[in-house]
């Protein structure tokens, strides 16, 4: 028999369902930073970010009166939610584009790269953004997302070893592209 | 623990162990003060990569967003029942004006016809009760 699932969000869930608007409220601002975040770090800064947000709550709405307490977590539902409609984007853009995905992007320091260390933030979302998807979902997933281990693997459809790997790949890569940066924070 | 799944869980998870998956917690502590001068540069190392990360911040959603979504929510019967009830009233309020403005038209305009008719003599019953006296009655028939 599966373990139901404890899950904090699962009254305001089923309020929202009935149409209660404050528990609605409470959800979009508990619920929409931490999407628009996690859409904002898939597709950099596009104007996608906000309709993947709002078509996830939409998705969110629609299913709210069929919640079913105890299967999942609602926060996880959402996560997943909004990462479908991510990849469709990427795919989309990777059609459009003709170009295939990066497998591999570790490009190290570079000191001709240095007019953007102005701005760190923004060096950090262009090295997540030359990331593969799946190294940059991991680590939005873990790092930014602070989901834990198990949730993300399950999440991303794979095992707890594979996302440590994908999160360490990952990291690699970040600290080669931000290396000129380490030493300034 | 060993050096190899310590440095497996800090290259994954970063410098603060208590990001680490929370079954390792306890060991990772005892195996870094066990082997600190090995396991505090390790850390270290992670934790810088950790900053950096941190520099990247999401703007908060516009304002205009949260509207939208929240608008698409679900309502609650009692809001429909209320909406329904703002269209019904809608609805009648606007049939009784139609009415009103009826009675308005009859009220307003109709003296002024039969005014009008009166100046010309079509609607004046005096005339009409002259003219039923002048026509002659046909007793042929019956």
């Not at chain 1, 699932?5 to 528990?23: I, T």
């Not at chain 1, 997933?141 to 834990?148: D, M, N, R």
């Not at chain 1, 790997?165 to 290396?179: E, M």
Request: hydrophobic share 50%; aromatic share 6%.
């Amino acid at each position: 028999m599966k373990e139901r699932v404890a899950d904090p969000d699962e009254a305001l869930v089923l309020l929202a369902g009935r149409g209660d608007q404050a528990a609605v409220r409470a959800l979009v601002a508990g619920k929409l930073p931490r999407l628009l975040a996690l859409a904002r770090r898939m597709l950099g800064d596009s104007a996608e970010v906000e309709d993947v947000a709002q078509e996830a709550f939409i998705k969110a709405w629609r299913f709210a009166p069929r919640w079913r307490p105890g299967e999942a977590k609602f926060d996880t539902w959402l996560h997943r939610v909004a990462l479908n409609l991510c990849y469709d984007r990427l795919r989309r853009r990777k059609r459009i584009s003709g170009e295939p995905p990066p497998d591999q992007v570790d490009e190290g320091p570079a000191p001709d790269r240095g007019l953007y260390a102005r701005d760190v933030g923004r060096r950090v979302g262009l090295a997540l953004a030359a990331l593969p998807d799946r190294q940059r979902e991991a680590i939005v997933l873990c790092h930014y997302q602070e989901l834990g281990n198990i949730e993300a693997a399950d999440l991303m459809g794979v095992s707890v070893e594979a996302l440590e790997s994908l999160l360490s790949r990952g990291r690699r890569a970040l600290r080669g592209a931000l290396a000129d940066l380490a030493a300034g924070v | 623990m060993d050096f190899a799944r310590f440095r497996t869980l800090a290259d994954a998870y970063g410098g603060d162990v208590t990001r680490w998956p929370a079954a390792d917690h306890d060991m990772a502590r005892a195996f870094a003060a066990a082997h600190a001068v090995w396991a505090q540069p390790c850390l270290a190392d992670a934790a810088a990569l950790d900053a950096l990360l941190r520099q990247s911040v999401v703007a908060p959603p516009a304002r205009a967003l949260r509207e939208r979504i929240t608008v698409a929510a679900p309502q609650t019967p009692a809001l429909h029942r209320a909406w329904r009830w703002l269209v019904g009233a809608g609805i009648g309020g606007v049939l009784t004006a139609a009415c009103a403005a009826g009675v308005f038209t009859g009220v307003a305009v109709a003296p002024l016809a039969l005014a009008e008719g009166y100046a010309n003599g079509q609607n004046d019953p005096a005339n009409d009760a002259a003219r039923f006296l002048r026509e002659p009655i046909d007793v042929t028939e019956g």
